[in-house]
Each structure stands twice: as structure tokens, then as C-alpha cells.
């Protein structure tokens, strides 16, 4: 199985910051790599598929980039509305497995 | 508008059974391959399983290999997870997701609310 690792688990940001979030796949994934935004008692949210394709109705602050078997999601310009646990996950091969998540709260 | 609602989640001895049902509206559910995903404390979120469109293919987490069914009715626009040999691992929110089509490359763009199975004595 493919592992998903990302770092940090949780940070600490303010209204306006920009916020980077990484994601490391245990082998070559080929851009198959998604973020889902969750907020406590609610579904995760698709924000980006395919590594850096930005899902329909999800603000532009929100972008994806890969290097190799590193996958970054930043935040640009922080609003109270972002403050969620984000996950990456791979769906290059079964079982697609999601990280760990990271928490970004005030 | 597009949703997709869980249900038959509840309380279960080890080693019983429990059937879930997604019920899927504002979309061609036919069109869509379709997802269950579980998220617990101890072991975060996992995708447990995907059909196809037509239900020819199925695909599952190992460690629900041969005790979870997954299974789909276009007709009436559901999707189910038949879950037996229930262990207390098994334990979780369970979500009902679509499968994104292409360019999306299997993330799941609309998920439930979830409905809660617990495995208990």
C-alpha cells in the first residue's frame, strides 16, 4: 500500500497568513493526489484533485503543486472560514489511502 | 441539487451484520462510479470501497475483503455496503461518496453526512 505522510499535524495561523501544508506519498503517485478540507462534525470537501486542479467553487486562495513524490497545499491570505483539518490522499492505486491530516487552527 | 444521504448505520455485536444504503439525488447516478469511506479516531480517514457505474467492478480495502459487499441499485438510485463478521475495528463514521469522473481521476467530489456504525458487545 501506498503511505501517505503529512506535515505538520497542526499549526497555528492568523487571519491573512499563508499557510503551507506538505504531503508525501511513499512512491511515485503521478499527480494522483487530492485535498479535502473537513470541519469538526461535517464531510470532508473536495478542494483539489489531480494534485493541483481546483474543484469548482472552492476560492482561488486555495492552490496545489507537486514535486516528485511531494505534494504542497497553500492557503493564501487566511480566512475564518479556513480554519479545518486537511487531508491528502492518492487515488494512483488501491486502497487509496488518505495522510494523517493536519489541523490549522487560530 | 447534488447530494447523497446514508442510513442504517446503529449499534452491532461482533460478528453480526449491518446493511448500509446511500440514497443519491440531483445527478445521473447511473453516470457515476460510487465510494464508502470510513473515518475513526484511531485510524483516521480510509476509503473502503468503490463500484463502477454499471456495477460490474468492485474494489475493496483488504482488511474488509470477504466480509463487506458493496453493491448498487441505478434503478432506484442507491448504493449499499453490506457489512457482516463485524470486528470492533470496523467501528466508524461511514460516508457514501461519488466518484468524480475524468478529469478527476477517482477523488470523491460529493460525500454524505455519514451514519455511524459501532461495534459493541
Known amino acids: 500500500d501506498i503511505q501517505m505522510t503529512q506535515s505538520p499535524s497542526s499549526l497555528s495561523a492568523s487571519v491573512g497568513d499563508t499557510v503551507t501544508i506538505t504531503c508525501r506519498a511513499s512512491q511515485g503517485i503521478s499527480s494522483r493526489l487530492n485535498w479535502y478540507q473537513q470541519k469538526p462534525g461535517k464531510a470532508p470537501k473536495l478542494l483539489i484533485y489531480t494534485a493541483s486542479s481546483l474543484q469548482s467553487a472552492v476560492p482561488s486562495r486555495f492552490s496545489g503543486s507537486e514535486s516528485g513524490t511531494d505534494f504542497t497545499l497553500t492557503i493564501s491570505s487566511l480566512q475564518p472560514d479556513d480554519f479545518a483539518t486537511y487531508y491528502c490522499q492518492q487515488t494512483y492505486s488501491i486502497p487509496f489511502t488518505f495522510g494523517p491530516g493536519t489541523k490549522v487552527d487560530i | 441539487e447534488v447530494q447523497v444521504v446514508e442510513s442504517g448505520g446503529g449499534l452491532v455485536q461482533p460478528g453480526g451484520s449491518l446493511r448500509l444504503s446511500c440514497a443519491a439525488s440531483?445527478?445521473?447516478?447511473?453516470?457515476?462510479?460510487m465510494s464508502w469511506a470510513r473515518q475513526s479516531p484511531g485510524k483516521g480517514l480510509e476509503w473502503v470501497a468503490h463500484?463502477?457505474?454499471?456495477?460490474?467492478?468492485?474494489y475493496y480495502l483488504d482488511s474488509v475483503k470477504g466480509r463487506f459487499t458493496i453493491s448498487r441499485d441505478n434503478a432506484k438510485n442507491s448504493l449499499y455496503l453490506q457489512m457482516n463478521s463485524l470486528r470492533a475495528e470496523d467501528t466508524a463514521l461511514y460516508y457514501c461518496a461519488r466518484v468524480g469522473r475524468h478529469p478527476y481521476y477517482y477523488a470523491l467530489d460529493v460525500w454524505g453526512q455519514g451514519t455511524t456504525v459501532t461495534v459493541s458487545s
Open positions: 463500484v463502477r457505474d454499471d456495477g460490474s467492478e468492485k
Open positions: 440531483g445527478f445521473i447516478f447511473s453516470d457515476y462510479w
